[in-house]
């Protein structure tokens, strides 16, 4: 994991201004998925081409898995419930978790993960890919989502909730985020926790969700290499978009404090004096000032001398 240069790695960021900034990019990323669906023509070609390749290489171990899962409920179901739900539970958990626990590591943590997110936002939308379960039957897969559906809250479009099916992109499938976003909590748990138990959920999490994304036909297996390449090339990213951030907000710090300079609305020349220019009235004085309206009595009382007097000694013993 890319560590958090030493400018940035003290302090935690404020979580009023963290939330707004995962929120956006999320926003983002939900929002491109959809307008990245594509010529659905064209996806099936894409995972046709995936399909063949893996085949040639001998790496089509989907079929397999898929057949295990919808053979055996008792793995199906809990596959099921594992795709729908811990993409969604577990990455803002740990991220939460790094927040509180590790404030050293937060700033790279969340910064790899925003920006691998969003370079597999561009990845959905310059190739669009059909996922297994949603070719032709005869290429021999079977959606276990559809098939166990009356167990859980989907439908038979994807995780989406019933009657949602409309709010996801089912063609974004290359590369898979949840392979790619496991792989981000597996790093985490490796790397920052204590107990050997979460050292090894380290390693199975990322494992269990490359089992399940395939064994439900939701992805080809090259989508989770593609997924895990994705992390690999925001890890690299990490620190010069950190960096770049910084400089960002530096500049914008310099051009807030020309625009609005310490003391700004506060006159730079000293205000003239209120009563300068004007005459005061009979027996007034100002607090703390000696003036020619003074009575010569006042003189000696104030000094707590006699015979010594303040400014109006120079006046004539008349105005005195």
Not at 43 to 70: C, Q
Not at 122 to 150: E, I, K, N, W
Request: aromatic share 8%.
């Amino acid at each position: 994991m890319p560590h958090a240069t030493p400018a940035r790695a003290s302090g935690r960021p404020r979580w009023w201004t963290e939330l707004p900034l995962i929120a956006v990019v999320y926003g983002l990323y939900s929002a491109g998925r959809l307008l990245a669906r594509g010529n659905i023509s064209t996806a099936v070609d894409h995972g046709l081409e995936i399909l063949r390749l893996e085949k040639t290489l001998h790496l089509n171990i989907e079929h397999p898995l898929n057949r295990l899962l919808t053979t055996h409920s008792s793995v199906g179901i809990p596959a099921d419930f594992a795709y729908a739900s811990l993409h969604y539970l577990v990455t803002p958990a740990l991220l939460l978790w790094v927040y509180r626990r590790r404030t050293a590591a937060y700033r790279a943590a969340r910064t790899w993960l925003l920006t691998s997110t969003l370079i597999g936002l561009v990845g959905f939308t310059l190739m669009p890919t059909c996922p297994p379960r949603l070719l032709d039957a005869a290429h021999g897969f079977v959606d276990t989502m559809a098939q166990y559906s009356s167990y859980g809250w989907w439908g038979t479009e994807a995780s989406a909730p019933r009657g949602l099916g409309g709010m996801t992109n089912q063609y974004a499938a290359m590369p898979s985020l949840h392979v790619g976003w496991a792989l981000w909590c597996g790093v985490l748990l490796w790397r920052y926790g204590r107990h050997p138990l979460l050292r090894a959920l380290g390693v199975l999490y990322p494992l269990t969700i490359v089992f399940v994304v395939m064994g439900t036909a939701n992805h080809y297996f090259l989508d989770a290499v593609a997924g895990a390449a994705v992390m690999g090339a925001g890890a690299l990213l990490t620190r010069p978009v950190m960096r770049a951030a910084a400089s960002v907000s530096a500049r914008l710090r310099a051009l807030v404090s020309r625009r609005y300079p310490s003391g700004a609305g506060v006159p730079a020349t000293p205000s003239p004096i209120v009563s300068g220019g004007c005459e005061t009235s009979a027996g007034e004085r100002i607090p703390g000032r000696r003036t020619p309206s003074a009575h010569s009595s006042d003189a000696p009382r104030a000094s707590g001398k006699p015979g010594r007097t303040g400014a109006g000694d120079s006046a004539p013993a008349a105005a005195r």
